[in-house]
């Protein structure tokens, strides 16, 4: 019997045992903030929130319509090589084309695995970042995702405000459209930037310290989301270097070219993962 | 609600399940094999931010199997593995020997063998994780598989169960 033989026997002895996994997410975020509140009272240390915003990521797929739902008449009509172009060229027509280039466009599966060639029509995220320097991103994503209501929108706004994640964020909404407005400070961590803890780093100091300003429109389960990041000393710092204003964000992530299909279901239910890939995520 | 980042949350969707079986080979009993993974995620999330994305998988690979190893040797070996934490269905000639391999091993081990067929890692990245030599895990991987070679009821088994 082969050492592949033995290993896949292991493998399946311990998978066929298995109940369902009961710890979410949401379950560990309270637990550790729990821990950090725990540690804040023994310590008398002042106040430090840890947890990471999505600046960018996948995101699970729910069945109703919106600009890139069932309004994406014909699944079978997509092209993907097409709608990176178009999304190339929306981003620098509203952003300015000399503002930001190098722009690179890439589909997203819905556990953020990058998808090359022709399973790009399956993608639940589009991504794309265009750089104006070494330390000036923008970044815009499309995402089949939940969809949201102005009231979730406001009490996620409230949450992340109350523990700092944010230091602005207004809800609001126009033309069917969720639109979320916000600022914070962040911290660089390969191509994403989760929110900054307040202690990790100084800004000005630490180079993987930046600020963002952010607009992100929900409509149906379409997310589109803007958000400039920059290396600056401080906020106030950071809003003198923005390129864009609101507004021009918001024109940004409500722009009709973002739509595209939604991704078809995956194995487990959720949407489709690479193959290779698809063992590992559980709805 | 608690309100958690989309790219932690997603991380877990993606780890949780193959973690916890890794947890499972370590302990032998899916609920400590949660709370290890409990464990580790919370210890994953509070330093999620400063970790850099391509850190993120050793940093909770080494942390569920530092906390199953600590858990393992806090309860003694003999309270790894119980049958009854085998399901009925699954109570073929395989699934026992294996099991009973399994209990034989010392946890680390048993980490070795969870690193290597459960997470599918390499000898050297193995090593790495674990802080032992490349030598170390090849001996660990052997001592196992020969276990189960050894074992006649298992040589005639075949994988998915069926037997020849």
């Known amino acids: 019997m082969s050492d592949e033989h033995l290993g896949l026997l292991v493998k399946q002895y311990v998978v066929r045992s298995?109940?369902?996994?009961?710890?979410?997410?949401?379950?560990?975020?309270?637990?550790?903030?729990?821990?950090?509140?725990?540690?804040?009272?023994v310590m008398g240390a002042s106040a430090t929130v840890v947890a990471a915003i999505a600046l960018a990521g996948g995101a699970l797929v729910s069945s109703e319509p919106g600009r890139g739902g069932s309004d994406v008449a014909d699944a079978s009509q997509f092209s993907a090589?097409?709608?990176?172009?178009?999304?190339?060229?929306?981003?620098?027509?509203?952003?300015?084309?000399?503002?930001?280039?190098?722009?690179?466009?890439?589909?997203?599966?819905?556990?953020?695995?990058?998808?090359?060639?022709?399973?790009?029509?399956?993608?639940?995220?589009?991504r794309g970042t265009f750089q104006r320097s070494a330390d000036h991103f923008l970044q815009v994503y499309a995402i089949h995702s939940e969809s949201e209501s102005e009231g979730q929108a406001t009490a996620e706004c409230d949450g992340a405000l109350k523990t700092e994640l944010l230091t602005s964020c207004v809800v609001t909404s126009r033309d069917g459209a969720v639109l979320v407005f916000s600022e914070g400070t962040v911290r660089r961590m390969g191509e994403t930037w989760p929110a900054w803890n307040g202690s990790e780093g100084i800004p000005g100091a630490d180079p993987d310290v930046w600020f963002m300003h952010r607009v992100t429109a929900t409509e149906g389960d379409l997310q589109v989301a803007a958000f400039e990041v920059v290396r600056a000393d401080s906020a106030a710092a950071a809003r003198s270097l923005w390129e864009l204003d609101e507004e021009t964000l918001a024109a940004l992530v409500t722009h009709e070219s973002f739509g595209f299909p939604s991704p078809p279901a995956g194995r487990s239910g959720c949407g489709w993962v690479v193959p290779e890939k698809a063992e590992l995520y559980s709805c | 609600m608690e309100t958690?980042?989309?790219?932690?949350?997603?991380?877990?969707?993606?780890?949780?399940?193959?973690?916890?079986?890794?947890?499972?080979?370590v302990l032998g009993d899916w609920h400590l094999a949660e709370d290890a993974v409990q464990t580790a995620f919370v210890k994953l999330h509070r330093a999620w931010p400063r970790l850099r994305r391509e850190s993120v998988d050793a940093y909770v690979r080494r942390a569920v199997v530092n906390t199953s190893l600590t858990m393992a040797r806090k309860r003694g070996r003999e309270t790894v593995v119980e049958a009854s934490q085998l399901d009925a269905a699954s109570h073929d000639t395989s699934t026992h020997v294996i099991f009973d391999v399994l209990r034989e091993l010392s946890p680390s081990q048993r980490a070795v063998v969870a690193l290597r067929f459960i997470d599918d890692l390499s000898v050297s990245t193995t090593a790495q994780i674990l802080g032992i030599s490349e030598g170390t895990v090849k001996s660990h991987t052997s001592r196992a598989l020969q276990a189960l070679r050894d074992s006649e009821s298992l040589s005639t088994s075949t994988p998915g169960g069926a037997h020849e």
């Open chain 2, 4 to 25: 958690v980042g989309d790219d932690f949350a997603e991380f877990f969707a993606a780890r949780a399940l193959r973690m916890r079986r890794v947890a499972f080979t």
């Open chain 1, 18 to 41: 298995e109940p369902m996994l009961l710890t979410t997410a949401e379950d560990v975020a309270l637990a550790s903030r729990r821990a950090r509140l725990r540690g804040r009272i």
């Open chain 1, 81 to 126: 090589d097409s709608y990176a172009s178009t999304f190339v060229q929306v981003v620098q027509a509203v952003a300015g084309r000399t503002s930001f280039t190098e722009p690179e466009v890439r589909a997203f599966d819905s556990q953020d695995n990058p998808i090359e060639g022709a399973d790009r029509d399956k993608a639940t995220v589009w």
